[in-house]
């Protein structure tokens, strides 16, 4: 039967850093269980510590994320804005042809 991933689940990598570290600093006299207890406690830090990291890591990338959405949707509207400020517009052209029409009317009706 597989063993379930638990979130509590120290690796095996992360227990031989806090071996290595406890022994490291082993006081003369220390019994075994002593530098056992201080591994452990050095395993929980270092489990607190990658846990903290990758929420930090989850954060950034969170706000990298809504930075490139607000710039993508600042692009797109200078985009329209721009094409709709480029789009030619009748209004002027039609009343240039009413106001010619309409000068050519009391011309000829004068």
């Known amino acids: 039967?597989?063993?379930?991933?638990?979130?509590?689940?120290?690796?095996?990598?992360?227990?031989?850093?806090?071996?290595?570290?406890?022994?490291?600093?082993?006081?003369?006299?220390?019994?075994?269980?002593?530098?056992?207890?201080?591994?452990?406690?050095?395993?929980?830090?270092?489990?607190?510590?990658?846990?903290?990291?990758?929420?930090?890591?989850?954060?950034?990338d969170k706000q990298r994320k809504q930075a490139l959405k607000a710039q993508q949707n600042a692009t797109e509207t200078g985009v329209t804005e721009e094409l709709i400020s480029q789009s030619p517009s009748l209004l002027p052209w039609v009343l240039l042809v009413a106001s010619w029409v309409g000068f050519f009317a009391l011309e000829i009706f004068r």
């Open 1 to 60: 039967m597989p063993r379930k991933h638990n979130k509590t689940d120290i690796s095996e990598q992360t227990r031989h850093e806090a071996m290595t570290v406890a022994k490291g600093t082993q006081k003369p006299g220390q019994t075994k269980e002593q530098t056992k207890l201080i591994a452990q406690g050095i395993e929980k830090g270092i489990a607190e510590y990658k846990k903290r990291e990758k929420q930090k890591a989850r954060e950034r």
